[in-house]
Structures are given as C-alpha cells and as structure tokens.
C-alpha cells in the first residue's frame, strides 16, 4: 500500500520564501507528467520523511491534487539531513516506472564455510516495473552461493511484471577465497 501525502497548493517561490516555508515544517514540491501542467505544491516534512523512510516511491496525494505519484527526486541540504525539495511525477497504477532499488542480502553463503568471503559489489539496480507493483527493496538469498561462484542481476527475483533496465550480466555478489599470506610473500612486500 502506497504512503499518502496531503498536499498544499503554492503560489509563492524564490528561495528566501522557501526558506520560510520550511522552517513551517513544509517542503516545496513541483508535481508534473502526463501532458498536464505542472503544479507547485507543498507536503509536511513529516509525511514525507516518513514515505522515504519505508522506501515509498509512489505515493498517494490528496488535498490539491489526488493521484498517484511517483518519488522523482529528493533535493536534500548540503549536509543530507534536511530535505529541501521534491519533484513528483503523475502515474497511472498499471504504467512502468523506471526505479532504482536498494538490494538487501540474505541469509548466510555456503561458501563462508568453504574458506571464502562475500563480495557485495551492487547495491543496487535499476528496474522497469508497474507503479503499482513498486518493492521497497529486492532481496537476494545467497545461501547457496559457494567459493568462486557469483551471482549477477539475471538471478534477481523481480515482482511481477518487471524487467532489468541495466544488463543482466551484472554482477551483484561473490565468494571468493580468502587469500592466504605465507611468510615468504609477506617478507617480500615488507622488502619493497
């Protein structure tokens, strides 16, 4: 189930005024898409932190508009504490969308038993998917992941209906042998 945010049309823009908004505990927005025109809106800090928090890329507006919208950009200060802007993107439930998902690992590879070590080298990926369908994360089991074995964006399990927007060959995580240093190489390295 989508998160819902309660929007507010805005009239007023610069960057003193919008200072001035958010100190109000509201954050500017700019809602476009669909050949309609774009609205300047703004949503509480608080339902928004909160749909970012459970990963949310569509949402739910009510208020001055109510659709569906997807997370298009999330403009935060310099530090990356304190959101300052939100673009917005109509959809309709059953239209792809083009997300970038974190990808959260899995249980415990079988190759850490076999003297190996796990590589997580993609964090994420990109999918098409139906806005309706959205995960907040892909998960990846690699408990059958042995030594010298690598799992690349192929073997993702996807929701239904969605498909890679980046090469499947893409490699997510591996297990490679941990390297073990004689005495010989290390003294060497040591001479150098």
Known sequence: MADTLNVEKREETGSLRMKRLRQTGKIPAVLYGHGKSTEMLCVLEKELTKAIDHGSHVVELQGAASESALIKA????????????????????????????????RGDATGTHHGGTVNFLQHQVTIMCPANVVPEKIELRIADLDVDQVIDASQLVLPEGASLAEAGTTPIVSCTRVAEEDGDAAGETNES
């Open 74 to 105: 999330v403009q935060w200060d310099a530090f990356g504490i304190k959101i300052v802007h939100l673009d917005l993107t109509r959809v309709d439930a059953k239209e792809a969308v083009e997300v970038t998902l974190p990808i959260e690992l």
